[in-house]
């Protein structure tokens, strides 16, 4: 009896389980202050259908529509007066300048009169990514004729779940991250002079801001290294048509020869 009790539950446990699988919700990442649509996932609305969109599950109805006559219900949440834009042709929902107590999990049910769908998001608020800012030490970074090096700081205050790299080019030079505490980071960067584009970067995983070293703080290298980059690759630009020509004309050489052979034969 027991044994069945425990088959009969450990089947409920994976029913339930597949069918959170297969009502996959979708998480969508958002800066505090943006707006965020979330998608009704119809690309058009028919006659007959009905769009309900919920805050929180079975939570409140915060707006709906047929497609013709929308609906934002009088008694609304105080908090999404004025900010929710809902898309009479898609049924999509657009939330304006979102604020940290927006984020959740909506629900839209979509019905006619002989089906119903409901489609899950978690709408997730971040602060807004500060701006990296990059100072330096020694004051001889910016006198030409010094031969040290010139060390640098990038550093972002308060943030959570982010990244902060120096970035030389598009290679990563080195990278620090801040776990879900808002703490405020730093990372160094030693370099001997300005011979690159170097950017430090922080970022989310779904968006970044970036900062780029000037040559306020770091001389330029001497000997216009960009300059040398150029002619080098000038110079194998002209030795590359040099090599093509010289081939062309070993073919056409090559061909007029032939004819001329066949022609005494
Ligand atoms: C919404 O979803 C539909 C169907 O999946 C897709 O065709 C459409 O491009 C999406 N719209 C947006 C704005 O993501
Ligand atoms: C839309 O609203 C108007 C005015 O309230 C009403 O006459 C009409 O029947 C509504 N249409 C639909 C499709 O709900
Ligand atoms: C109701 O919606 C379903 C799913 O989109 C669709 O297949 C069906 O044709 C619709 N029925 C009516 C009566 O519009
Ligand atoms: C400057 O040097 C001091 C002392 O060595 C150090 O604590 C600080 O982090 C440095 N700042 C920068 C921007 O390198
Ligand atoms: C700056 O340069 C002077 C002389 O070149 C050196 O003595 C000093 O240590 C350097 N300072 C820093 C912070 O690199
Ligand atoms: C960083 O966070 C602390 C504590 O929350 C706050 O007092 C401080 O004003 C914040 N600094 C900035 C620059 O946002
Ligand atoms: C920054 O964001 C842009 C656009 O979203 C993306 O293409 C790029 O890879 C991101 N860079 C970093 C360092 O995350």
Known sequence: MFYTFAFCSLCFCCLVGVFADTDAVKSV???????????????????????????????????????????????????????????????????????????????????????????????????????????????????????????????????????LSWYKGISVLSSISASDLSISLSLPLEIECLDDSYSCVVAYSFTNWTTHLNSELCQTCPDCVFCCHVSEAVTRLVISALVGVAAACIVVYDITSRKVQQETA
Do not use: Q
């Open 29 to 163: 990442l958002v800066i505090e202050g943006d707006s965020v649509s979330l998608n009704s996932s119809l690309t058009e609305i028919k006659a007959g259908d009905r769009i309900l969109w919920t805050f929180g599950t079975n939570g409140p109805l915060i707006a709906k529509t047929n497609g013709v006559n929308n609906t934002i219900p009088d008694n609304l949440d105080k908090r999404f007066r004025d900010r929710l834009k809902l898309d009479k042709k898609t049924g999509s929902l657009t939330i304006m300048n979102i604020r940290t107590e927006d984020a959740g999990v909506y629900e839209v049910e979509i019905s006619n009169s002989s089906s119903e769908t409901k489609h899950r998001f978690t709408v997730t608020v971040y602060a807004p990514l500060p701006i990296p800012v990059i100072s330096s030490n020694s004051s001889n970074c910016s006198s030409p004729s010094s031969s040290s090096s010139c060390s640098l700081l990038c550093s972002v205050v308060n943030v959570s779940d982010a990244t």
